[in-house]
Every structure is written in structure tokens, then in C-alpha cells.
T-cell receptor, first 112, second 111 residues
Framework: DTAVSQTPKYLVTQMGNDKSIKCEQNLGHDTMYWYKQDSKKFLKIMFSYNNKELIINETVPNRFSPKSPDKAHLNLHINSLELGDSAVYFC???????????FGPGTRLTVT | DAKTTQPNSMESNEEEPVHLPCNHSTISGTDYIHWYRQLPSQGPEYVIHGLTSNVNNRMASLAIAEDRKSSTLILHRATLRDAAVYYCILRYSNSGYALNFGKGTSLLVTP
């Protein structure tokens, strides 16, 4: 069983569209994250979230919003997509008290 | 956040040991040293972490300098599958915080 899964794996869309990326973890973790890896391969945190607290990287545009229907899911919604949003997005999870974060396989978003 | 400095790239022969260095001269007393790696076209994966003492696990060893201003990730016998970008990351305490990835070291393993 995949610990952290993301769908879709690839997403190609046009500028101005709204899209969502789904993330699910079956590890029973209480904290989930979204990271963005740009074309230069830099990995940057976008959000971290548990059932009590959302921490937002201040550099993330408000067109991006995480939504958590339950503890095992943290979806990423993106409004009014721009060319610069093209990147690979990784979901991750961890348990408070543990040092390990588990990452999903990534979603490659291409905005045309 | 305290920063880390790593070489951009390193090369190793298969089945030889690899020592990946990391400098973190501004580390604070509460910073844990974490290593992650990212294989091509995959998400990062946890390798090892430590605070003050050297650490060993099934994947690697972590040697931490006595003053904690540097550390070394040791792969005892590199395999082709170990070719990846290795990230040295400092993180406050040991839980609940996002990882601040730097540029990492791209390790090339040759047969």
C-alpha cells in the first residue's frame, strides 16, 4: 500500500483555470504538508497543516488554498492558474514527535 | 533559520564508501540535523537524523562534529540506486515543522 498518494500524477491545464490536486496518507499521521519544486529543483514549503493549525508560507499567493476534508487528506486548490505555477507539487505527512516526513510521488503541473 | 552548505555535486564509484559533507556553522542548540535524499523523479525520502551523537541506521551513518558545526553523511557501500540529491537540513526540535530544503548535493555513482 502506498503511504502517501497524490492524484493526478500529471496535470496539464491552461492559464486562468482552477484545478485541484488530491493527497491522501494512510499512515495515521496528524500533520500534512504541501511543497513546491520549481524548474530549478528548489523545494519550498507551501503549507503545513494539522487538525488545529494551518501554517502558511507567506510567499504563497492566496490563489493557493489547502483543504482538509479529514485527517487523512489534504487537497491543494489553485485558482486562476498562471504560467509560473508550473512545477512539481509534493504532499508529505508526519506525526508529531517523529522526525520523519513521508513524501508522495509528486504531481507535475504544467500551465500553458 | 540556520543555513547549511553542501557541495553542489560529488561522484563515487560503485561499492565504495561515500562521505557527503555539510557545514552548519550557525546551528543552534535545539536544531536537529536531518538528511533526506531525492531519487530522480521521486519525492524526497528520509535518510537519517541526529542531534549530538553519531547515528547509524540501515541506510547510512551520520557523523556529527563535536562542536556541531558540521556533519557528514556516510554511505558505506554506494550502489547505483544511491544516485540522488542529498539534502542536509536543520530543523528546530524534532516534530511538527516543515523542512527547509537547500540546494543539496547531487551524487553520481558510476559502475
Amino acid at each position: 500500500d502506498t503511504a502517501v498518494s497524490q492524484t493526478p500524477k500529471y496535470l496539464v491545464t491552461q492559464m486562468g483555470n482552477d484545478k485541484s490536486i488530491k493527497c491522501e496518507q494512510n499512515l495515521g499521521h496528524d500533520t500534512m504538508y504541501w511543497y513546491k519544486q520549481d524548474s530549478k529543483k528548489f523545494l519550498k514549503i507551501m503549507f503545513s497543516y494539522n487538525n488545529k493549525e494551518l501554517i502558511i508560507n507567506e510567499t504563497v499567493p492566496n490563489r493557493f488554498s489547502p483543504k482538509s476534508p479529514d485527517k487523512a487528506h489534504l487537497n491543494l486548490h489553485i485558482n486562476s492558474l498562471e504560467l509560473g505555477d508550473s512545477a512539481v507539487y509534493f504532499c508529505a505527512s508526519s506525526q508529531r514527535g517523529s522526525n520523519e516526513q513521508y513524501f508522495g510521488p509528486g504531481t507535475r503541473l504544467t500551465v500553458t | 533559520d540556520a543555513k547549511t552548505t553542501q557541495p553542489n555535486s560529488m561522484e563515487s564509484n560503485e561499492e565504495e564508501p561515500v562521505h557527503l559533507p555539510c557545514n552548519h556553522s550557525t546551528i543552534s542548540g535545539t536544531d536537529y540535523i536531518h538528511w533526506y535524499r531525492q531519487l530522480p523523479s521521486q519525492g524526497p525520502e528520509y535518510v537519517i537524523h541526529g542531534l549530538t551523537s553519531n547515528v547509524n541506521n540501515r541506510m547510512a551513518s551520520l557523523a556529527i562534529a563535536e562542536d556541531r558545526k558540521s556533519s557528514t553523511l556516510i554511505l558505506h557501500r554506494a550502489t547505483l540506486r544511491d544516485a540522488a540529491v542529498y539534502y542536509c537540513i536543520l530543523r528546530y526540535s524534532n516534530s511538527g515543522y516543515a523542512l527547509n530544503f537547500g540546494k543539496g548535493t547531487s551524487l553520481l555513482v558510476t559502475p
